[in-house]
């Protein structure tokens, strides 16, 4: 299943994820944002539960933003779980 999503407080303008049967995450693309740090996300959770993910990115903050790209990549993560 691809979930596709739409980060805010960020720099990204959209997060795109897909997790098999398992919950397992098969991809992650950001879309904007800082090239090197988010595809260092992706790379970093490909392969891994979406649940686990989930509570390692939530609440990370950027920069005083309140949020950051790994916390939005957690949102998306819960959706898709909602969704699934």
Not at 13 to 36: M, Y
Not at 63 to 79: F, K, M, N, V
């Amino acid at each position: 299943m691809v979930h596709n999503f739409r980060p805010t407080g960020v720099c990204s303008r959209q997060i795109q994820v897909e997790l098999d049967d398992n919950n397992t995450i098969k991809s992650c693309r950001f879309v904007g944002g800082c090239a090197g740090n988010t595809t260092g996300i992706s790379s970093l959770v490909k392969g891994m539960d979406a649940q686990e993910a989930i509570e390692r990115l939530r609440g990370i903050d950027c920069g005083g933003r309140g949020t950051s790209c790994p916390d939005q990549l957690a949102i998306a993560l819960e959706e898709a779980l909602e969704m699934n």
